[in-house]
């Protein structure tokens, strides 16, 4: 009965084809004591197919979130860099104007703080790394550091989305496999009621 649901083939991270039946004759044998146990195993395959999706889907969530916010830190710190570069260019010291970038920056979701950034003696910015953890990186390494992890998340996406895709044709395949069973059976006990 489980046997035709052991993976002939899985994608690349592991998770299995789902099979496509053909024939319900095929892997029912003894219709009164397969069945249930065929259509339990089924229903068991589909829920896991739909909890990987749900795990898969929240992944997605989230990379949404960390890959503009990467794009974002990456944007200012280029831009810090562009004026720093500005700075060395020019050395004319009755331009005040490039040495100060005024910005607004974020302290909650609905407050927002006005602050001056002194570009010329701007050497390093602090990056959020998780877990409570903030370091002081320079501005080079910074941009290396970003430019690193957009590329894994970017990577990531990717292979999520081809999971999802993965996962969305194999739950249709299960649900089909399903929907046949069960028709199989109803078609089957009016068959035994007609002849009974």
Known sequence: MSEILKPKKTNPRGIPEAPFIDKVETIIKNPDQDFENVIQSFQERLQQYKYMELSKQQQLADLNIKIPDIEKNLDIINYIKEKKAEEDDEEDED?????????NYELNDTLYNKASID??????????????????????????????????????????????????????TMEVNTARLYNWDVERRKKEKVTA
Do not use: C
Not at 95 to 103: L, Q, R
Not at 138 to 150: Q, S
């Open 119 to 172: 570009v010329e003696n701007l050497n390093s910015v602090y990056l959020w790394l998780g877990a409570e953890v903030m370091l002081e990186y320079p501005l080079d390494e910074a941009v290396e550091l970003l430019n690193d992890r957009l590329k894994k998340n970017n990577d990531q996406l990717a292979i999520i989305k081809e999971d999802l895709e993965f996962l969305k044709e194999n739950i249709t």
């Open 95 to 103: 331009n005040e104007d490039g040495k100060v970038i005024v910005t």
